[in-house]
């Protein structure tokens, strides 16, 4: 599986952004696609992941309300709408793709295989 973000770009605090991530190359049925971010200095984090299958989607709990995925699964695509952006959410942001995750795994980072180039976000106060 390949994985192409984009989307990132300069914004101010308050406004939105939407990331795209369109896979290529094998069937994406049994895969989960995730949206993991890490800014400088600190760990990644999984910022929602769906399952290609069914759309069931996970967030992490500071995130929940504020950002939201969705895919489109004629186009491959997975977005991320952001909304209310602030500065703390200044990071490169990864989609990455897995398999056979389960439910309760897709806020893991670790168990994503297939990992896309960054897309950079950069929210200023």
């Known amino acids: 599986v390949q994985l192409q973000a984009s989307g990132g770009g300069l914004v101010q605090a308050g406004d939105s952004l939407r990331l795209s991530c369109v896979a290529s190359?094998?069937?994406?049925?049994?895969?989960?696609i995730g949206w993991i971010r890490q800014a400088p200095g600190k760990e990644r984090e999984l910022v929602a992941g769906?399952?290609?299958?069914?759309?069931?989607?996970t967030y992490a709990d500071s995130l929940k309300g504020r950002f939201t995925i969705s895919r489109d699964i004629t186009k491959k695509t997975v977005y991320l709408q952001m909304n209310s952006l602030k500065p703390e959410d200044t990071a490169d942001y990864y989609c990455?793709?897995?398999?056979?995750?389960?439910?309760?795994?897709?806020?893991?980072?670790?168990?994503?295989?297939?990992w896309g180039q960054g897309t950079q976000v950069t929210v200023s106060s």
């Open positions: 190359g094998r069937s994406l049925s049994g895969y989960a």
């Open positions: 769906i399952r290609w299958n069914g759309g069931a989607t």
């Open positions: 990455a793709a897995g398999s056979r995750i389960i439910l309760s795994e897709l806020g893991n980072p670790s168990r994503y295989e297939h």
